[in-house]
């Protein structure tokens, strides 16, 4: 039994190292060579960039307006298809991002002093957009303009 035992573990470490050196050297199943040339057949093509309506988030604090934020964002795309599909999109996503800032913004800015991080906005909207269209349709959502009112 005590043999039987020792020949498992002793075959699991060799698979484990089998496993590790494939991994370091790239090579099999870790082999990084579709993925790359996907990314550079995609930056071969021209970007394209989508103006999305500003979006209008009321901020509200017991039972009134305290502010206004109007953010203006434009989509990156890559290729007339992604861009015609992003398009075609479009209302999805600007209801999508109205529906999760009204909730973000306002726990963000929890003080009154508080200013909206436009870093932290722009991770934001970027992990939106990409959760709603996982294919990467949509590179980079680049912002415009932040302001207050």
Request: aromatic share 6%; charged share 25%.
């Amino acid at each position: 039994m005590k043999i039987f035992i020792i020949l498992i573990v002793v075959i699991i470490l060799i698979g484990g190292g089998g496993l590790a050196a494939l991994k370091s050297m790239e090579i099999g199943p870790f082999a990084p060579e579709d993925e790359l040339s996907k990314e550079e057949a995609a930056k071969k093509e021209p970007s394209i960039f989508i103006d999305v309506e500003p979006l209008l988030i009321n901020v509200f604090q017991d039972n009134q307006v305290i502010t206004v934020i109007q953010i203006v964002i434009k989509l990156e795309t890559r290729g007339k298809d992604n861009a015609s599909f992003v398009n075609q999109q479009l209302p999805k996503i600007t209801d999508t991002l109205l529906q999760d800032l009204h909730s973000f913004i306002p726990r963000v800015m929890k003080n009154e002093d508080a200013k909206l991080d436009v870093f932290v906005l722009k991770k934001r909207l970027t992990l939106i957009v990409h959760k709603l269209l996982p294919e990467r349709e949509v590179y980079d959502v680049l912002i415009q303009s932040v302001s207050e009112g």
